[in-house]
């Protein structure tokens, strides 16, 4: 069975400052996927960033770039240059290539940004 | 582009109600998915559908759960009764085919179940 954990329930940064987002998973499957998701208050899911699992190098979005650790099974956010915009949940997901496509979430950090 | 698009974005019921909530996706995706999110947690799938085909519902509780997706496109969730539990968001999302791995949601709906 696959998890996903997000044990940081709530982050806060200074605008302008960096901030880092952790998550933990578990799959036996060798090939998957991993995604960072930002659910502002209106409740809109918005894909922040993916990776995939063969891939070696990071993946980055502007402002946003992942600490993709395969060994580890870690796959952490990074967000440099926070803005009051930024602020959300920010849910960790992973899915397999095995057939199933199927999400599992993590329980989500919500990150606050103080002006 | 117009996203996914759900209505009603609230409704509140009394226990043992029926509700229906309505989704349709971006146009040209064939794979539709709900899903189930609890205050505090992530989202958990309901039922995955290909094309009209649900092929994924073995987290759907059928005993008062139904969904369907007649042409392919739009869907309807409904619970029948509601219970209190139900109270959630729920969303749904959509994707081009399900290799995309990309899924793109909904606003949601929270539903109260007094």
Redo the contacts between chains.
Sequence with gaps: AQTVTQSQPEMSVQEAETVTLSCTYDTSESDYYLFWYKQPPSRQMILVIRQEAYKQQNATENRFSVNFQKAAKSFSLKISDSQLGDAAMYFCALTTTSGTYKYIFGTGTRLKVLA | EA?VVQSPRYKIIEKKQPVAFWCNPISGHN?L?WYRQNL??????LI?YENEEAV?DSQLPKDRFSAERLKGVDSTLKIQPAELGDSA?Y?C?SSIR??S????????T?LTVT
């Design positions: 996203g794979t998915y505090g947690q992530g989202p958990e799938l995955r994924d968001v969303l999302a399900p290799s791995y990309e899924q793109y949601f909904g606003p949601g929270r």
